[in-house]
């Protein structure tokens, strides 16, 4: 394969890259969009996240997107569970497990 980007689609009228999709609430995704802009500079889970993908040689705004999906689990995971975020909390798990 010649190309660093393989898309899973068929028929010959799907040319060029896919793209973020558009669907859902423009204005959410917006937001959380640009808190990943910040996050990816100060936030030390994302930042770390957005950096290792960045040096796997991912587009700039594939690892941003990456980076909102994973600002998202994290947000909804302590909404759910009721407690502070704790950036220490996935190497913990390692240390344990």
Same mark, same amino acid.
């Given at each position: 394969?010649?190309?660093? &980007? ?8 799907? *040319? ?5 999709? *558009?669907?859902?609430?423009?204005? =959410? ?7 990943? =802009?910040?996050?990816? &500079? ?30 998202? *689990? ?19 798990? &390692?240390?344990?497990?």
């Amino acid at each position: 394969m010649a190309s660093s &980007q393989v898309d899973n689609t068929s028929g010959t009228s799907v *040319h060029g890259r896919t793209s973020i999709g *558009h669907t859902g609430n423009a204005a =959410l995704r917006t937001a959380v969009y640009l808190a990943t =802009l910040s996050a990816a &500079q100060y936030n030390p889970v994302i930042k770390a996240f957005y950096d290792r993908l960045r040096a796997a040689g991912k587009p700039m705004k594939v690892a941003r997107c990456a980076a909102a999906r994973k600002l998202l *689990h994290i947000a909804f995971a302590v909404v759910k569970n009721e407690a502070d975020f704790d950036p220490l909390y996935a190497a913990r798990a &390692q240390k344990t497990a």
